[in-house]
């Protein structure tokens, strides 16, 4: 979603392996957080939320 020319959004539910635990989860978010601005500078606002 865009908030403007140069401003992005990024909402995502994201299914991990079940074998992970809380940690190894919230790691992965972040590594993903990162990637995804690291690629797009319009990138200003990330929502992942594990899926259930």
Do not use: H, K
């Not at 190894?24 to 939320?49: F, N, P, Q």
């Amino acid at each position: 979603m865009f908030f403007g020319p140069q401003r992005a959004m990024v909402a995502a539910e994201v299914t991990f392996d079940p074998d992970l635990v809380t940690e190894e989860i919230t790691d992965r978010i972040g590594e993903i957080e990162a990637e995804l601005e690291a690629t797009d500078s319009r990138v200003a606002m990330i929502y992942i939320e594990p899926a259930t």
